[in-house]
């Protein structure tokens, strides 16, 4: 039977589009595209055992959020083992792929004073 993981938006130590904010909806949307094309690229063997990623909207009490989510069949062994090893292997930064699809696509990093985590600041130009 289908299952599936809820992952994140972004690698875990990039700033990410804040709920409730007048450009979240594109900038949630190209994090997202950005993180699973990532996501594919790290994990290829995951893909060719059938495991794929989706974005997928939640309510929220400041609106609908996204987030990329691992999809697989959990009466799959393989697929199931990939599933978890995905979670636990995440990405912490954006790789140079995603920065180049960010860039020319217009992102811009959040400003410091919307970033409202404690983890250190990165850039895309990195």
């Not at 309510?59 to 083992?81: C, K, M, N």
């Not at 960010?102 to 992102?107: F, P």
């Amino acid at each position: 039977m289908k299952d599936y993981l809820d992952l994140s938006s972004v690698p875990a130590d990039e700033p990410c589009a804040m709920v409730g904010s007048d450009d979240y909806s594109k900038r949630a949307r190209l994090e997202c595209r950005a993180f699973v094309d990532q996501l594919q690229r790290t994990f290829p063997d995951a893909v060719a055992a059938g495991v794929y990623f989706r974005i997928k909207s939640n309510p929220h009490d400041f609106g609908s959020y996204l987030e990329v989510q691992a999809v697989f069949d959990d009466e799959d062994e393989a697929q199931t083992e990939w599933a978890y090893t995905i979670e636990a292997e995440l990405p912490n930064f954006w790789d140079q792929d995603a920065r180049i699809f960010l860039a020319a696509e217009g992102y811009q990093t959040v400003p410091r004073s919307e970033f409202w985590t404690m983890t250190p600041w990165t850039d895309l130009a990195r």
